[in-house]
């Protein structure tokens, strides 16, 4: 058994007693305005892009002994079009620089071959015109989703045997309409969240790490407790992240079922509840930036408090 | 009725004779060696992105008086982080300007919140520190996965009534493994590729174009002919793009039920097929640009010809 990227995702919770992430959503109209002095360019993408990127490592500056890890969300990065995926690209760097695992989260896939160059391009190998090398994004884990079955998640899968790096597949999402496809019941009887479910518990099997947890992961939403519970038994080894905490609605009693008994197996995500919720918008206009950051910082501690104190009510032989 | 971004993707069609696209899968270990010489810098991934919009420009120019479209996928870009990005914006601007209709092929989608940021940020208008504007990819169709639920594509569908542009919701994909969830049939006796066909035929019926179609489009694999007869009765107004011919193993005859009798509501892609397959190694290593291109221009006008006349024996009323 040789240690995998979810090892070191474990040890970072372990250090830091906190199994949540922080989701780095950057929303320039929610911003505080103290940022907007490191614009710094006449185009406008280059300038939002810039504001983006000091926010950031302030951010993960201000958080990095607190946390595992991070949860980019690719989304409001792309808005900006390459000037933005190029504040993508420093921010994950930084991130990792600070010792922080971090999760892209992309969504990505396609059919084979194009799933192929989604998986070499975030997570593998890249063609050059002389050789190869690591691509630029390099995160250690990227959500992907199944709709398009197997076929489109082995290239991710085999990007993450050789290059010790991991996957989350969406298995039941946060968001309201989830069922509307996650929850078909097939002729198997299971929903299809649990078929993939099922799928990534097998692909994880052939490579666990030294904490027993594969590196084939799962995004289970902390808003469907119940569905959690039956997820947990089918990828008993498979590590989940956990999207839904906080701004949408989920709180810490429902995550409690993404775990299991060593208070591993998930890690959960905040975005709003951490960056914007805290402060209104007058509030983010007049700030400074050691205000601001010192909010980052109580929601960030108050989130891990609220979430580590509810594991250890539910599960007396937590290891950490 | 107003016009809609698929009233010009038809009179495209119309002019050009021609239902196909051509997909501008740029994959450097097969873009022939003639193309090298543009990479022009010490940056390695920039270098290929040079070679990349190098190669593509050429490309278009060859075709662009054959096609009314071009297809490229983001996938294929993103590899070389920002400086991919980079190329596919010029790319995306270079065919426009060439009175192409791009549709860009990235199969984005997330909860709500993000798709919103993904819809902005590809189709709609993105904030700036200062005022809003366009975004820097602005195509004019994108393809979206359904797998999140109608939540999630609800802002989708909003920008394109908004700013006139288009999606192509994933249906039935043409890879090998599509069915595991797409088949899937719900307790409404339809597959899940059938439910999501009923809801893009919906949402579309409030904005169909001059021709009669509507800009909420379906993906619809070229090679699975008999599902694409059922999808087609279930989206009689929706426009299909049709991958999977060529190179996937799809042919004409199996893209024909992906039209209406009007030869019209599908465009069909093909890539490599395009790009790739009429040359071997060796030949793209020796040839020069003007043998290459002409091989392009070829196998474009052979496809052109293999769908017209396929379309032209099935329908007796089509329009062109």
Known sequence: MTMNVVDKLIENTIRTKNPSVIGLDPDIGKIPACYKNHAKSNHPFEAVANVIYAF??????????????????MAFYEKYGSYGVAAFEKTVAYAKSKGLIVIEDAKRN????????YADG?????????????PSFDADFLTVTPFL???SLHPFIDVCVKNSKGIFVLVKTSNTSSGEIQDVVTSDK???SQSVA?????QGDTFTGEHGYSAIGAVVGATYP??????RKLMPKSYFLVPGYGAQGGGAKDITPCFNEDGL??????????????MNNEEREQCTRQEYLLSVKNAAMQMREDIYSALKREYRKMIY
Chains 1, 2 share one sequence.
């Open 122 to 134: 975030h997570l593998g190998c890249v063609e050059l015109l002389d050789g190869s090398c690591a």
């Open 226 to 231: 119940e569905e959690a519970v039956s997820l």
């Open 198 to 202: 099922k799928y990534v518990s097998e």
């Open 149 to 151: 079955g197997s076929e």
């Open 190 to 192: 299971m929903t299809i």
């Open 56 to 73: 950031n490592r302030d951010v993960i500056d201000t958080v990095a002994d607190l946390i595992p890890g991070v949860k980019p969300q």
């Open 265 to 278: 197996g998930a890690v959960v995500n905040s975005s709003r509840g951490i960056l914007y919720t805290h």
């Open 110 to 117: 396609d059919i084979g071959n194009t799933a192929r160059a």
